[in-house]
Every structure is written in structure tokens, then in C-alpha cells.
Nanobody, 126 residues
Framework: QLQLVESGGGAVQPGGSLRLSCAASGDSGSTACMGWFRQAPGKEREGIAASRNGSALTYYADSVRGRFTVSRDNGKNTVYLQMNSLNPEDTGLYYC???????????????????WGQGTQVTVSS
């Protein structure tokens, strides 16, 4: 089993930045792909970024590409999501997730992931 705990959410003004963290504990050996999702009220969960362990491969949704950056610190078993130039449309509950297997195929599909954190709230408002 793998446990994931997100942190770093909060309230920020438009144009501001936040860095989310996702700390993993337990057996992470078979989960090469870590993804970030978000869910706004009344909307479906959206895959926004992913990172494949052991490579430099990263994946981004069009809605965040160029503003968000996913990175890893394997020594700390932590994945980060740096979010810049935030706007009100970025408001939502942000989740990290881990996918069993060696690839990030279907990285933006929630159903492809096997472990989830509890989420951290991000609110962008003036």
C-alpha cells in the first residue's frame, strides 16, 4: 500500500504562486507515475500534470502548461507542483495520485490511478 499526503494549498490572489507537495510513504516501488488532479465544485476531476519516475518525462494539461511545473525529490519521496500565474479558474481541490506500473499512459485519466491523497484546497480570489 502507498499513502499520499498533500500539503501547500491555501488562498492566493490572481497572479500569485503556490507550491503543493505530495509526500509518499509505504511501498512506492511499483508506482512510476505520479499525477496531479484538481476538482472544482460541480466539475469533473481534471488531470493537470504527471511525472514519470526514473526519467525526465513530464505531462501537462493545456490549461496549465507553461504555468505549472511538476518535479520530484526521490530522496524525500515527495512530488511537487509549482503553480505560477494563478487565476480564479485554478480554484479547486488538488489531489496527488500514484499509478501502478512502469509508464504514465493515460496519465490524465483518474480511473488509471490506484492511490490517492486526501486533497488540498487552492482558492484564487481577489
Amino acid at each position: 500500500q502507498l499513502q499520499l499526503v498533500e500539503s501547500g494549498g491555501g488562498a492566493v490572489q490572481p497572479g500569485g504562486s503556490l507550491r503543493l507537495s505530495c509526500a509518499a510513504s509505504g511501498d512506492s516501488g511499483s508506482t512510476a507515475c505520479m499525477g496531479w488532479f484538481r476538482q472544482a465544485p460541480g466539475k469533473e476531476r481534471e488531470g493537470i500534470a504527471a511525472s514519470r519516475n526514473g526519467s525526465a518525462l513530464t505531462y501537462y494539461a493545456d490549461s496549465v502548461r507553461g504555468r505549472f511545473t511538476v518535479s520530484r525529490d526521490n530522496g524525500k519521496n515527495t512530488v511537487y507542483l509549482q503553480m505560477n500565474s494563478l487565476n480564479p479558474e485554478d480554484t479547486g481541490l488538488y489531489y496527488c495520485a500514484a499509478k501502478l506500473g512502469p509508464t504514465c499512459s493515460n496519465w490524465n485519466v483518474a480511473g488509471a490511478y490506484h492511490f490517492w491523497g486526501q486533497g488540498t484546497q487552492v482558492t484564487v480570489s481577489s
